[in-house]
Structure formats: C-alpha cells, structure tokens
C-alpha cells in the first residue's frame, strides 16, 4: 500500500488523448500539507464529486500512471 496523502485541490483538468474516453483522463492537481504539489489521474465518477479548494485524502498510486480508486474529501470548500 501507498503513502496517505492529504491536500488541497487546486486544479482539476482533462487530458484524454484523441479518441480516447474522457472518464479515464481525469486529473487532480492537489497540493500537499508540505507544500508539494501533486498532479493524480482518477476516474471521472470521483473526479465529478470533487470541488476546488476541498480538502482530500487518499493513497499515493503505486505506480505514477496508475489511477487513484478511492479519495475522501475531509472538508468542503467555502462557496460565496
């Protein structure tokens, strides 16, 4: 099992390459409680139930082209 990794997400993006289904190029940029930034893929089901500025959890993928399969948001973003 990977590292646990919590942060806040500060970027959320799609990079399918042509042809290829959208739901298995979802991106989270997130940063880190060390201040790292960190850039993981996931499934589009996850990626839809997460917000800017949450606060997330998960376990580092043990490969980098690896998706994530499971993240739980610890705190909701503040929307004004």
């Known amino acids: 099992m990977g ?3 919590t942060g806040i997400v ?6 399918p390459p042509p042809g290829a289904p959208d739901k298995y190029w ?3 940029m997130v940063e880190t409680e060390s201040g790292e930034r960190v850039n993981v ?3 589009q ?3 839809d139930k997460i917000t800017f500025g949450d606060k997330i959890r998960f376990n580092k993928p043990s490969r980098k082209n690896k ?3 499971d ?4 705190g909701r973003a503040q929307i004004e």
């Open 3 to 5: 590292k646990e990794i």
């Open 10 to 15: 500060i970027e959320k993006a799609y990079h």
């Open 26 to 28: 979802c991106y989270l």
């Open 41 to 43: 893929r996931l499934h």
């Open 45 to 47: 089901k996850i990626h």
């Open 67 to 69: 998706r994530l399969r």
């Open 71 to 74: 993240v739980q948001v610890i």
